[in-house]
């Protein structure tokens, strides 16, 4: 399966505690990009990479997360001091280096806080 | 800021006839319209997209039309399954930011 793949699907940890989650794109993918999806809700951008460079962040995106693409292939995504508000489905999407290129997304990682 | 605004939330209709999903978008800047399908547990998969230089896109049974002027985009499905039964979400993206904003999803039944 050549997809955008993430790990771990489901991940429960208890309040305060950090979680770090890892995405591989797909091989030809310059661009890297991670949403958080709540229940009812369409996915909302949280920040993007081309190749390694972190070129925008949402305002969602507080200091208590981080996210890295050292060598401009996979991506992780850290969640500091986890809140109950952090709960959440994180979604990845890769897409080609060009402007208006379709984004493939990942099956998830689920995130229960406790 | 961005925004893109999303109707009906709920649709049902009888198989075989249409389904209409109706999106509004803020930014003028956008010039870039996927369609995604997310079924119970799953990803979000594109099933059709629409950039701005196009009025109208057809694939099989689906059809994205695009009213620049009036910032109005809409997916048409006809001759429904009950396999086309899943939420869709419309989204934008401007070349500028290069990020997309979804709306806020329409969970669609088909109803034997």
């Known amino acids: 399966d050549t997809g955008v793949s993430q790990d771990p699907r489901h991940k429960i940890t208890k309040r305060g505690q950090n979680v770090t989650f890892r995405c591989d794109p797909i091989?030809?993918?310059?661009?890297l990009y991670w949403y958080r999806q709540t229940l009812g809700q369409g996915p909302e951008f949280l920040t993007y990479?081309?190749?390694?460079?972190?070129?925008?962040k949402s305002r969602l995106l507080s200091d208590r997360f981080s996210a890295e693409r050292p060598k401009g292939s996979f991506s992780t995504l850290e969640i500091q001091r986890t809140e109950q508000g952090d709960s959440a489905m994180y979604l990845c999407?890769?897409?080609?280096?060009?402007?208006?290129?379709?984004?493939?997304f990942g099956d998830g990682t689920r995130l229960s806080i406790l | 800021g961005e925004n893109v605004e999303q109707h009906p939330s709920t649709l049902s209709v009888q198989e075989g006839d249409s389904a209409v999903i109706k999106c509004t978008y803020s930014?003028?800047?956008?010039?870039?319209f996927p369609w995604y399908k997310q079924e119970l547990g799953k990803r979000p998969q594109l099933i059709i997209d629409?950039?701005?230089?196009?009025g109208e896109k057809k694939d099989q049974r689906i059809a994205v039309t695009l009213n620049k002027t009036a910032k109005h985009f809409s997916l048409h499905i006809t001759e429904t399954q009950p396999e086309d039964s899943a939420v869709y979400f419309c989204?934008?993206?401007?070349?500028?930011?290069?990020?997309?904003?979804f709306g806020s999803g329409t969970r669609l039944s088909i109803r034997p």
């Open positions: 989204a934008a993206e401007s070349s500028s930011a290069s990020k997309i904003i």
């Open positions: 930014d003028s800047a956008s010039n870039y």
């Open positions: 629409i950039r701005s230089n196009v």
């Open positions: 999407a890769s897409s080609l280096e060009y402007s208006n290129q379709p984004q493939h």
């Open positions: 091989s030809e993918h310059n661009r």
């Open positions: 990479f081309q190749n390694e460079a972190q070129l925008e």
